[in-house]
């Protein structure tokens, strides 16, 4: 096995290590997010990487993408234009598949690993 198999296989065994490593992927998914769309993929892929199995990083990488969105509304709310941005229509949908499919897209990395 490689190095980063080995540290992989390492932090999947570790229940904290794996916490830390879902958080931190969470974390650095969002940041990216917030700058480019590729974010969501790049989160589904760290949270994936982090996962013990590829369904448990599909599960994951799909919770990220609601989280995601789920910050974009809390962010909307925030600042009063939440009502709007419900009444985009066809646009909702779309704002709301890309985080979804992103993050459970990224997620698949987990079955390469």
Sequence with gaps: MSA????LTAVRSDPRKRA???????????????I???GFV????????ASRTLPRALAAGLAFG???????????ASHG???GYLDT???LYVSIAIPLVGGVLGSLVRGIV
């Design 66 to 76: 609601v989280l995601a969105w789920l910050a974009f509304v809390a962010l909307l």
């Design 4 to 7: 980063v198999a080995d540290r």
């Design 89 to 91: 229509g066809q646009l």
């Design 81 to 83: 234009t939440l009502g």
């Design 42 to 49: 790049v989160g589904g892929a760290l949270v994936g990487l």
């Design 36 to 38: 480019h769309w590729v």
């Design 20 to 34: 830390a490593a879902l958080a931190l992927g969470v974390v650095l998914g969002l940041a990216v997010a917030q």
